[in-house]
């Protein structure tokens, strides 16, 4: 992957690792959504990114086949970075409490 | 200087992706266990008012403006807290900071196309 993304801000050593942390999670949104509208995921990003970006967390996100199939067509259908967000909380859910419970 | 970590599948390392994430999760536990509730209780409470402030103030510092401002924070305490205990849940946690990231995410979109257009 040729993706330089993460590198973009100079400024980033006076961050904190919270905000580098938020960041991160945007400079990946950004990184995959490419095609289309920019500012929006394809169905077929999303899994891209958690496939590629979250081996090990994408457990927690296990519903995410379901939740894809909800929005549509896997090419067409945006996501916008509120979904995407959520759908990082439920990866952060899951690596909150091994075995998540419902 | 490496290329971007987490292109490819690892079995050990988490990607920073996964950094990232856990960073955001780790930071709600400090903040959230700290306080008045006894050790036997197992359900974590929260993040207090005091706590949040807190966090505000160490953590988001670069990213938020006037974090001291003790009524604003209070406001946004209110704002976040769905169900009115005085506690900030991990769910309410995770919309504040994608409130805050979201518009990061629109203004750097707004600075590539620019780039692209000064090209």
Redesign the interface.
């Known amino acids: 992957m040729g993706c330089k993304c993460c590198k973009k801000h100079q400024n980033s050593e006076e961050l904190t690792d919270v905000e580098r942390a938020i960041e991160i999670v945007i400079n990946n949104f950004h990184c995959y959504a490419v095609k289309g509208r920019k500012q929006c995921l394809t169905p077929n990003e999303l899994k891209d990114l958690v496939g590629q970006r979250l081996p090990h967390l994408a457990k927690g996100v296990g519903t995410l086949d379901e939740k894809i199939e909800c929005i549509g067509d896997a090419d067409e259908a945006k996501l916008q970075f509120g979904e995407y967000w959520d759908i990082m909380g439920d990866a952060a859910k899951g690596c909150r409490v091994p075995g998540k419970k419902k | 200087m490496h ?9 050990s390392d ?12 780790k ?1 709600y ?1 400090k903040y959230s266990s700290r306080g008045g509730c006894c050790c036997c209780c197992k359900k974590q409470r929260g993040i207090s008012k005091g706590g949040f402030r807190k966090m505000l103030t ?6 938020l403006t006037d974090t001291k401002n003790k009524q604003a924070a209070n406001k946004l305490i209110c704002d976040l807290d769905e169900n009115h205990d005085g506690q900030i849940s ?2 309410e946690y ?1 919309i504040l ?2 409130g ?3 518009p ?3 203004l ?2 707004q600075q ?1 196309e620019n780039v692209k257009f000064t090209k």
Request: proline share 2%.
């Open positions: 290329g971007a970590k987490g292109g490819e599948v690892m079995t988490p990607s920073e992706l996964e950094w990232a994430i856990q960073t955001l999760v930071n536990d160490h953590e988001l510092n670069h990213m991990f769910d995770w900071i994608g805050i990231a979201s990061i995410s629109c750097i979109r590539e």
